[in-house]
């Protein structure tokens, strides 16, 4: 099978060949068509000629090119895919330049398939032996390509998913995210979905007065921050139908954006942290930026109320930090100096026990 092919490529190379050294012989026009569409004059004699020895040399030389081609497929299986790549690149780049430099050179040797033929050969074996040659290089540079190409989808996811910050319901009433907002602690976009829009206005018109209150605290906030901040705000308008809860809409929405949820909820801060979603607690940061209490340290507080616990007072800082008093039920509604014991830190907030130092002078 092989063989016939090459002497079919012999038969057709060697009869474009004769066509070719006709034309270059006969100045002349000698393609004539009769009126049965049979090719007449000397073409038809060159083409036959060239066909035949094309056919004869393809023949005599079947054997080798076969063998030649086999040690070729052999050695091309056994080199590195660097190589590979390297020389087809370069064969590929030889051929190009064959034919961007072939109407040019055409002009002057005159209109063949010769010429085509041996510049395709030419520039074709020499950009091979350059690719093979540079092949470390080539090599080399697709690897800084690869690696750019790989780090900056990485940035540009990462810049995503911080640009975007969906508030929640909470965190709205709650209304310290405004004051966070105009210190310019919060960067990027405010997301505020339309579920939560519509929560809010159903909260605002509810006929419990705590609530309808506080759905209107939180819209004033959210017109606040439109209108007198100078942060950028987008209002979410989809819609998750086949989800029925609000949480687990921020949830999906903060997957889609590639956003973080800015709340107070300590159930959605838990959700969310079982799901992969980042989270901006805003207890988090009023916990952080408190002034820190350590065990040790004496304070004055007012014991306002009972505690939970048998003879337990609690008193509060000014921040809203709650103290739990050992002992402190016998001293309500007086101020006293108290020693800290120790501080609990949740997302929740956080809680500071401590005795009285009355107890401590007295043991």
């Known amino acids: 099978?092989?063989?016939?092919?090459?002497?079919?490529?012999?038969?057709?190379?060697?009869?474009?060949?004769?066509?070719?050294?006709?034309?270059?012989?006969?100045?002349?026009?000698?393609?004539?068509?009769?009126?049965?569409?049979?090719?007449?004059?000397t073409s038809l004699y060159y083409f036959a000629i060239g066909a035949l020895f094309g056919l004869l040399v393809a023949s005599m030389a079947a054997g080798r090119i076969i063998r030649f081609m086999q040690r070729g497929i052999e050695q091309t299986a056994e080199m590195p895919m660097k190589d590979l790549l390297a020389g087809g690149g370069g064969l590929l780049a030889g051929l190009l330049l064959s034919v961007l430099l072939y109407p040019a050179v055409s002009k002057l040797g005159g209109p063949g398939l010769l010429i085509p033929a041996v510049m395709s050969l030419f520039f074709g074996y020499l950009g091979l032996r350059i690719g093979l040659h540079k092949k470390d290089e080539l090599a080399a540079a697709a690897t800084v390509i690869l690696e750019q190409r790989a780090i900056q989808p990485a940035v540009d996811e990462t810049s995503g998913f911080e640009e975007h910050k969906?508030?929640?319901?909470?965190?709205?009433?709650?209304?310290?995210?405004?004051?966070?907002?105009?210190?310019?602690?919060?960067?990027?976009?405010l997301v505020i979905p339309e579920f939560v829009l519509e929560e809010l206005q159903h909260i605002a018109d509810s006929s419990d007065l705590l609530?309808?209150?506080?759905?209107?605290?939180?819209?004033?906030?959210?017109?606040?921050?439109?209108?007198?901040?100078?942060?950028?705000?987008?209002?979410?308008?989809g819609d998750f139908e086949e989800i029925s809860e609000v949480d687990s809409k921020l949830v999906k929405l903060a997957k889609v954006l590639k956003g973080k949820v800015v709340t107070n909820d300590f159930n959605l801060n838990k959700v969310c942290e079982?799901?992969?979603?980042?989270?901006?607690?805003?207890?988090?940061?009023?916990?952080?930026?408190?002034?820190?209490?350590?065990?040790?340290?004496?304070?004055?507080?007012?014991?306002?109320?009972?505690?939970?616990?048998?003879?337990?007072?609690?008193?509060?800082?000014?921040?809203?930090?709650?103290?739990?008093?050992?002992?402190?039920?016998?001293?309500?509604?007086?101020?006293?100096?108290?020693?800290?014991?120790?501080?609990?830190?949740?997302?929740a907030g956080r809680m500071i026990f401590a005795k009285p130092k009355l107890l401590e002078k007295a043991l």
């Open 1 to 41: 099978m092989m063989k016939r092919m090459i002497q079919l490529a012999g038969l057709l190379f060697g009869g474009l060949a004769g066509l070719e050294v006709q034309g270059r012989t006969n100045g002349i026009e000698s393609w004539t068509q009769s009126s049965l569409g049979i090719w007449q004059g």
């Open 166 to 189: 969906i508030l929640d319901t909470s965190v709205i009433i709650d209304g310290r995210i405004a004051d966070i907002c105009k210190t310019g602690f919060i960067e990027g976009t």
């Open 211 to 237: 609530k309808r209150n506080r759905g209107r605290r939180g819209l004033d906030i959210l017109n606040k921050i439109q209108k007198e901040l100078d942060v950028r705000v987008l209002i979410y308008e």
């Open 274 to 347: 079982l799901q992969g979603v980042s989270v901006l607690n805003i207890n988090d940061l009023a916990n952080a930026v408190k002034p820190v209490v350590l065990p040790g340290e004496e304070i004055i507080v007012q014991v306002i109320k009972d505690g939970k616990e048998h003879g337990q007072g609690v008193a509060y800082l000014d921040d809203g930090t709650m103290i739990v008093v050992e002992g402190g039920r016998d001293y309500i509604g007086t101020t006293m100096e108290v020693l800290v014991t120790s501080v609990l830190q949740t997302s």
